[in-house]
């Protein structure tokens, strides 16, 4: 989409027109030339003026001693002064770019970021405001996410009908509150429903939140004094990127006419499941005490630290429907004969050979055992022989084991 020097490909381009990032390199790079090592390394010896010393100072005929010389390192070829300490200056970055460094380190929270669209493809991109990186993914570099949080409490509703009614079973029955809660409340804010996050709570549970914010609502019952943190659903709404308005525009909207968000509230609280178990008063109404609207980050660990996933869990060896039968009915049928020859036999056939054979323990019925061209190999024969050592074979007296596959390992 665009070249070097940052012009647009689909954009027409007037002859003699330059590009601002084109004096903007030009500029660098002369301050790069300015303050190469090689340049700041070599300067132009000057010129050294002979100085008039005193008759008694240095030797008796006046000349100057050594002491009394210049401190440079003349270079004799080019006639050069050699500064030792420059090349090592020169090396180290100016303080200002370590300082913008360290802020782009430190920019985890998304106010160090702007969110911008490309004109051409629409792409969501970020840039930072210290730096001026672009990236296009948050959690690229563990910038928190934006989200917005709305809680509502009302009164007249508990957890202590349901754990009377139900017991063990709350804790399953609070989870189908939450999810007849949470597309209403995707709804009102007209954003998806893997966005929201909805958590039904009754006193101290996830801290107890204090004061009262910008976009805090008091419904029509707000006489009443909150005890404690009191009954409410939580709900959290992570918006894309880095604005927490894309959320809660719609919200903020509702709750601009109090008595209008309040009938919501009410309304969405009154259909979900096991209503009337939850009401403390089953003869009084259910009203909307208080509702906040809240604009926060909520902080992620970058992709690059995040801990690998578990591997996934090992398959099942294949088993033949013929020896899964032996794994489970030998120790009901205890055949004193088995034989095998010239059946390819897999680790998991005789897995379930030796499993057969173990379960039939303490009784031994095994006499004579056939795996005659099986092909079990050394994991094959491991298997049959840790069953035979643990009693299997006590009555064992014919063992058939040619051509199959096992070394004198």
């Given amino acids: 989409i665009f070249d070097e020097s940052g012009w647009s490909v689909l954009r027409g381009r007037w002859p003699g027109e330059v590009h601002p990032r084109e004096l903007e390199l030009k500029r660098l790079e002369e301050i790069e030339e300015q303050h ?21 100072a240095g030797t008796p005929d006046g000349s100057p001693t050594v002491a009394d010389a210049p401190e440079t390192d003349l270079d004799a070829q080019d006639g050069t002064i050699t500064e030792a300490s420059s090349s090592e200056a020169a090396t180290e970055l100016p303080a200002l770019l370590w300082q913008i460094g360290e802020l782009e ?12 669209v490309d004109p051409i493809w629409g792409q969501r991109y970020f840039v930072n405001k210290w730096s001026g990186q672009i990236i296009h993914r948050l959690s690229s570099m563990g910038v928190a996410c934006p989200a917005v949080r709305l809680t509502v409490w009302f009164s007249n509703l508990s957890f202590e009908g349901l754990r ?3 017991g063990d079973g709350v804790e399953k029955r609070k989870r189908s509150v939450e999810q007849n809660i949470l597309p209403n409340v995707a709804a009102l804010a007209d954003v998806d429903d893997d966005r929201v996050e909805v958590h039904v709570l009754e006193g ?29 659903f939580v709900a959290v709404i992570r918006a894309p990127g880095a604005r927490s308005s894309w959320a809660s525009a719609g919200l903020k909207a509702l709750m601009a006419d109090s008595r209008l968000f309040t009938n919501q509230m009410v309304t969405v609280i009154s259909n979900v499941p096991d209503f009337y178990s939850m009401r403390v008063d089953p003869y009084g109404d259910v009203a909307m005490l208080k509702a906040d609207l809240e604009e926060l980050d909520i902080p992620r660990v970058a992709r690059a630290f995040e801990p690998p996933p578990p591997p996934p869990p090992v398959p099942p060896l294949p088993v033949g429907a013929e020896f899964e039968e032996i794994r489970r009915s030998y120790m ?3 055949q004193k004969i088995l034989h095998y020859h010239c059946k390819r036999l897999g ?55 040619d051509e199959n596959g096992i070394t004198a390992a």
């Fill in 347 to 401: 680790l998991g056939d005789s897995q379930a050979l030796a499993g057969g054979l173990e379960a039939a323990l303490p009784t031994k019925p095994l006499e004579e055992l056939g795996l005659w061209g099986c092909m079990i190999g050394d994991s094959g024969t491991f298997a049959l022989a840790k069953a035979l050592s643990a009693g299997c074979g006590s009555n064992l007296q014919t063992l058939l084991l």
């Fill in 204 to 232: 101290d549970e996830g801290g107890v939140v204090e004061g009262v914010s910008e976009d805090s609502i008091l419904g029509s019952s707000s006489g009443q004094r909150l005890a404690g943190a009191g009954f409410r």
């Fill in 164 to 166: 009377q009614e139900f």
């Fill in 105 to 116: 380190v430190k920019s985890v929270w998304t106010r160090d970021w702007r969110e911008c």
């Fill in 36 to 56: 190469s090592p090689e340049r700041q390394s070599k300067r132009k010896a000057p010129k050294i003026a002979p100085r008039e010393a005193p008759m008694d």
């Fill in 332 to 334: 009901f049928t205890k």
